[in-house]
C-alpha cells in the first residue's frame, strides 16, 4: 500500500500558548483550527455586525492578532499561521 502525503492543511500542528487559549492545547491541522477559532468567533458574537468580514479581538483573541484590535477574516489566517508550529 502507498501512504498518501499529508498535505498542509492536514498536517497536524502544535498550537502556540495564546492559540491554545482559545482553541484548546493538542495537535490540530491547519483547517480545524480555523474552524475551531470560528467556532470560538461565532459563541462569543465577535463578527462586527456592519461588516461582517471584520473580526473585533477579545482578551484571548487579541494576542493571536498581534494585538490588533480588529482584523479582517482574510487577514485572520496570515496570523493564525504565526501561531501554529
Do not use: C
Request: cysteine-free; proline content about 5%; charged content about 30%.
Amino acid at each position: 500500500m502507498v501512504e498518501k502525503a499529508v498535505s498542509g492543511l492536514q498536517k497536524p500542528l502544535t498550537p502556540s500558548k495564546e492559540l491554545a487559549a482559545v482553541i484548546g492545547a493538542g495537535e490540530v491541522s491547519r483547517g480545524e483550527s480555523v474552524k475551531k477559532v470560528w467556532d470560538y468567533i461565532k459563541k462569543h458574537n465577535l463578527q462586527n455586525p456592519a461588516n461582517k468580514r471584520e473580526i473585533i479581538a477579545d482578551d484571548k483573541l487579541k494576542p493571536v492578532f498581534g494585538g490588533l484590535d480588529k482584523v479582517t477574516m482574510f487577514e485572520m489566517n496570515k496570523h493564525l499561521s504565526k501561531h501554529l508550529k
